[in-house]
């Protein structure tokens, strides 16, 4: 595996000194479905339909343990070395003091592979679901949504944001409503010539669908507009119109970050919480999956906390 191994991580955080510590590289295991789910929104639909996928919690109070764990590159503003919360105070439609909080918004992120595809499935408590924006049409970031950033061959150029020079940089994002309900429901960015391209067109973004549910305040009492998306990505898709070279398999590394964007009713850029690693272009601090044969699905088992992947996971000098 590239970069460190386990043992050079340990000696690594030996010598490492506040002074010289870099962002955490970090190695997740993404376990392999035994049975694709079914995408409508609800992971009970099936019994143990996600049991053992990957799972992480993507919310304020998540980014308060990751500072505390990995240090922080602006305390203040609530940016830890691994997240970030860049949610508004409070936003035009929501309670005041619920901003910046989990009752503004919080969720759970579960992810698995097959052969076919990449599923993902996110349980979002929110007070305010705002999927009208008021900038230009392909902004995805001014509506509730759930954006993936991939560098789809683990490539870690350090170029992009705010260099505006990109490589193999591609970012799937599902809208907080019923799939196909909205020309922009699926919004697809990928890298050309070292640019940034959206792209909505239905025969080019083919393979990428997700199921939508309206969770009302199943997740939590701050609100009433929880919902959840559950979602698939075709490898084929990526292979023909992204950047990704070969179909992973068993042992492969891809880099990602998830990014949660909750707008509450503002008319442009509303905010969000990047998760696991910071995203944008900079594709040196991903987060990194390794695929592995590790069953997930009816007969998976689940991954704990300390388990292999978890744990790989060290400061370069």
Known sequence: MKKLTLLAAAAALCVTTLADAQPPIRYFDLPKFTQAPTLDGDRATVADEWAGALEFDCS??????????????????ESSEVSTNQLNENGETEVAGEGRTDADV?????????????????????????????????????????????????EDHPGGDPTGEYVNLNVVNFMAVPFGSNELSVCYITTVQNQRVDVHDPDAIEGFEYGFRDAGDEFGDEGDADYVIEGRMEWDTFLRNGNLFEAPASGSEMGFTWLLVDADGEDAYGGQIQCVAWAGGNQSEFANWVFVDTPAGPSGTAVEEDSWGRVKETFVQ
């Open 106 to 154: 919080s969720s759970v992120i579960l992810q698995a592979w097959d052969d076919d595809a990449l599923y993902y499935i996110t349980e979002v408590s929110d007070n305010v679901r705002d999927t009208e924006g008021g900038g230009e049409a392909r902004a995805w970031w001014e509506r509730d949504s759930m954006s993936l950033y991939l560098d789809m061959n683990n």
């Open 60 to 77: 304020p109070s998540q980014i308060q343990l990751d500072g505390q764990e990995f240090g922080w590159r602006d305390q203040a503003n």
